[in-house]
């Protein structure tokens, strides 16, 4: 009993510390969460790696070519990487001065990205994902970061697309709350992933530093923290929105969760000195270690959660056992005082307050996301979905990564298919 | 296009950004809200456990009166009225088992409670019972022992058969005394060994003994 209250304590508090960082950071910065202006438009290209994407290729580059900058200022490079449809036939109909097109053999997305890399003339790369849609200005609110030379990367707001349906709107609020919280990060100098969808590079770091590491699952992870670990900056554009279509059966999102958080441990792992105290950064000292420590309380939560509630319903079954299920007894039994007292008794207990105090401050987050980015569809069903479903979704997929992780299993991707925006094996 | 992994040894100096001052404020934050949480918990804990020490009080006050009725009307001791109190002695089971389970089943507080708790069970069923003897009343008396480190399961069982039973039947017909056998009570050691419980759970309805987990149809058989 006092191990259990122990381990809930423990979540809670560390839980709070978190929502505390965040808040006091959001306080700290809030008159300053504008982007700063660009005062000059460097030459960028725009890597699309496409594979098998025939239907809406066409539709990706209308929405690239629509967007606020000066025409003679960037260019599209659509890598095709070995796709078996027509996709590369498709994209070679919108080839132009502004829309180059090229090919390659099959080999995943981080090979197509450097294969683009070495294609492309800008100063600046804006990789983007096959199906994401742009809204028009998102790299005038972006490029002005660069005007700070240790910027490296620039990352944008992602919302998703396809909000209709309850595995998306599992999603949706995790890509809400995600869009502040990557502000906050950038705040802190702490971010460590450099989503898909759309992230401008400077090809100085290509150059010098390497391009996509084509042997990781998640090159984007992997990208950040080599980023973070040659002590360069990566920055958010909390109002650069970006729309992308996330996986729509549960199967495609485990699959893709799996992937992403497997990759974060090897990565990890693979940039231990990034969690070296000694460094001093907000990265190694906090939001890394928070991350991972976050990751094994809610492990621990939910075991704790799971036998509490578990043992309850097993008691109840054992009842109804040894004493039958007669309707009768139930409107017997069921008294209004009870009732009340079971109520009071589940408000009043430490544990409630603390949950009550982790669901306001998320739906607070989200709120603010919402007000910052600009949404203006409707969040009640998605939050609902969020708060009641979400956490088992979460521990679930992060145990089956951590058992990936620990055992080896190599994950199968084959060549990878370039499914709507995200990668399934 | 190679993928250039060096581990930076030199931390860059730039990197260094980290601001004391945020983490201390959000750690003394943090403090005060988890402070306040404990608080406020153990604040309704200690209101619940007034309530129910006030609830004993008053319940072990209608019991004396009870007693002492009992010994006014000597001669007619089958006509005053009965002050039904198994209500009572229900909402304050359901109040210890619900601070048990808040607090544990080791819990100091919780120990005392019960043992309080115990003493008026004993003081009400010793009432029912000279009642039932001079009265020839027909309700059953059940005497139920239980315990929470042994056979814990077999007695949860037994005790949710009881609790049915209860509800079938109400106050009238079958009055139901709950003891926990580990209690470091002497009336309960005392009572362990006049009936010889020697096995958890012992259900002993007017004074016939069924050790061990018995059946719905057993028990109802037994009673008046």
Redesign the interface.
């Known amino acids: 009993?006092?191990l259990l209250s122990l381990i809930v304590?423990v979540t809670?508090?560390f839980g709070?510390?978190i929502?505390?960082?965040i808040f006091?950071?959001y306080f700290?910065h809030r008159k300053n969460l504008s982007d700063p202006i660009a005062k000059r438009f460097p030459f960028i290209s725009f890597v699309i790696p496409v594979y098998n994407e025939e239907k809406v290729i066409g539709e990706t580059i209308k929405s690239i070519l629509e967007v606020n900058y000066p025409k003679n200022k960037y260019e599209i490079i659509v890598v095709d990487d070995g796709s078996t449809d027509n996709t590369y036939q498709e994209a070679k109909k919108l080839e132009s001065s502004i829309v180059r097109v090229i090919r390659k053999e099959n080999g995943g997305c981080a090979s197509a990205l450097?294969y683009g890399?070495?294609h492309a003339r800008g100063e600046l790369i804006a990789r983007s994902d096959s199906d994401t849609l742009l809204s028009k200005d998102p790299l005038t609110k972006m490029i002005g970061y660069f005007e700070d030379k240790?910027v490296m990367a620039v990352t944008s707001s992602m919302n998703v697309k396809n909000h209709k349906g309850f595995v998306q709107k599992l999603q949706w609020s995790e890509y809400v709350l995600g869009m502040f919280l990557r502000k906050i990060f950038d705040l802190?100098?702490s971010l460590y992933v450099i989503p898909g969808p759309l992230s401008v590079f400077r090809k100085k770091f290509?150059d010098k530093?390497?391009?996509?590491?084509?042997?990781c699952v998640t090159e984007d992870t992997e990208m950040a923290m080599?980023i973070?670990?040659?002590?360069?900056?990566i920055k958010n554009s909390l109002n650069a929105s970006v729309y992308t279509i996330v996986p729509e059966t549960f199967s495609s999102l485990i699959k893709q969760r799996i992937r992403w958080y497997t990759g974060f441990f090897h990565n990890s792992c693979?940039?231990k000195?990034l969690y070296?105290v000694?460094?001093?950064?907000?990265?190694s000292?906090?939001f890394l270690p928070a991350a991972l420590l976050s990751i094994f309380l809610s492990f621990i939560a939910f075991a704790v959660f799971a036998y509490y509630n578990i043992r309850g319903i097993v008691?109840y079954i054992?009842?109804l056992?040894?004493?039958?299920i007669s309707f009768e007894?139930m409107v017997?039994?069921f008294s209004f005082?009870?009732f009340l007292?079971?109520g009071l008794?589940y408000i009043?207990?430490?544990?409630v307050?603390?949950l009550v105090?982790g669901i306001l401050s998320a739906l607070i987050l989200i709120l603010m996301s919402k007000y910052y980015s600009g949404e203006k569809r409707g969040l009640f069903f998605t939050c609902l979905i969020f708060f009641i479903v979400y956490p088992f979704f979460h521990v679930f997929t992060w145990a089956i990564s951590f058992i990936y992780f620990i055992t080896g299993i190599k994950q199968k991707w084959g060549s990878r298919e370039y499914k709507r925006g995200v990668f399934i094996s | 296009?190679?993928?250039?992994?060096k581990?930076?040894?030199d931390?860059?100096?730039?990197?260094?950004?980290?601001?004391f001052n945020?983490?201390a404020?959000?750690?003394g934050?943090?403090?005060i809200?988890?402070l306040?949480?404990?608080f406020?918990?153990?604040y309704?804990?200690q209101e619940?456990i007034s309530a129910i020490n006030e609830m004993q009080d008053s319940v072990r006050l209608e019991v004396m009166s009870m007693e002492l009725q009992n010994q006014l009307f000597q001669e007619r001791p089958c006509s005053d009225p009965m002050i039904p109190l198994e209500g009572k002695l229900e909402?304050i089971t359901?109040?210890i088992t619900?601070t048990e389970n808040?607090?544990?089943?080791?819990n100091t507080q919780v120990l005392e409670i019960k043992k309080y708790y115990s003493l008026i069970e004993i003081n009400h069923y010793l009432l029912m019972k000279s009642r039932k003897d001079k009265c020839n009343s027909d309700y059953s008396l059940v005497l139920f022992f239980y315990s929470n480190k042994n056979n814990v399961?077999e007695s949860?069982?037994q005790g949710?058969?009881l609790?049915?039973l209860k509800?079938?039947y109400t106050s009238d017909k079958i009055k139901v005394y709950s003891f926990d056998r580990d209690l470091d009570l002497d009336i309960i050691k005392t009572m362990v060994s006049f009936y010889n419980i020697t096995d958890v759970p012992t259900t002993i309805i007017d004074e016939k003994k069924l050790e061990g987990f018995h059946?719905?149809e057993e028990v109802e058989e037994l009673i008046a």
Request: charged fraction near 25%; hydrophobic fraction near 30%.
């Open positions: 009993m006092q304590y809670a508090y709070i510390v929502s505390s960082i006091m950071t700290a450097n890399i070495i240790n802190n100098n290509f530093y390497g391009g996509f590491d084509e042997s080599r973070q670990s040659h002590g360069y900056t693979d940039y000195q070296d000694r460094r001093k950064t907000n990265l000292l906090f008691k054992i009842k056992g040894v004493t039958g007894d017997r039994n005082n009870r007292d079971l008794d009043t207990s430490p544990y307050f603390f105090f | 296009m190679k993928t250039l992994k581990p930076v040894k931390f860059p100096k730039s990197g260094e950004n980290y601001d945020k983490y404020a959000a750690v934050f943090a403090t809200i988890f306040l949480g404990i406020l918990g153990n309704f804990v619940k909402e359901s109040k619900s808040r607090l544990g089943k080791d399961l949860e069982k949710y058969v609790d049915n509800g079938k059946d719905k």
